[in-house]
């Protein structure tokens, strides 16, 4: 997946880093784009500010996100799909589901499940909707 955070990605990816353990493994901002490739020239427009980032990759649990400031229009729109994240034990998904809705959004608290051990569902902060998933065998 790729999360275009219109202005507050950084915010975001320092929130997930301490909040669910995540690793940044990439960071570019726009200003560092060669002379060519600066935002208005080879890569397109871009934000009016060059510390924006321009792409990260993200690394939570065996679980890789792409996220960007995109144009930094300050107007972010998360629609349409919910990130899915599996995790190894109960206390896990208690940890994960507590981080996650701490200035966001319950849309399911987290609780057992036909077909999962423990499974809830909510908005973050940042408008991204999260699934987080401890599965049953099947």
């Known amino acids: 997946p790729y999360?275009?955070?219109e202005g507050c990605c950084e915010?975001?990816?320092?929130?997930?880093?301490?909040?669910?353990g995540a690793e940044i493994t990439a960071l570019m901002r726009f200003a560092d784009a060669p002379p060519g490739?600066?935002?208005?020239?080879g890569c397109g427009p871009g934000?009016?500010?060059p510390n924006k980032v321009m792409h990260a990759n993200l690394k939570i649990g065996d679980a890789m996100i792409m996220?960007?400031?995109g144009m930094a229009s300050g107007e972010t729109r998360f629609e349409g799909f919910s990130l899915s994240l599996s995790v190894?034990?109960?206390?896990t998904a208690?940890?994960?589901?507590?981080?996650?809705t701490d200035g966001g959004q319950v849309l399911m608290p987290l609780g057992p499940t036909f077909f999962a051990h423990q499974f809830g569902m909510v908005a973050d902060r940042f408008g991204v909707r999260w699934m987080i998933i401890?599965?049953?065998?099947?």
């Open 3 to 5: 999360l275009f955070f």
């Open 11 to 20: 915010d975001a990816l320092n929130f997930y880093v301490q909040r669910l």
């Open 37 to 41: 490739d600066s935002p208005g020239e």
């Open 47 to 49: 934000p009016t500010d």
């Open 67 to 69: 996220a960007s400031d």
């Open 88 to 91: 190894p034990d109960e206390a």
């Open 94 to 100: 208690r940890a994960h589901y507590a981080a996650l």
């Open 134 to 138: 401890l599965p049953r065998e099947l």
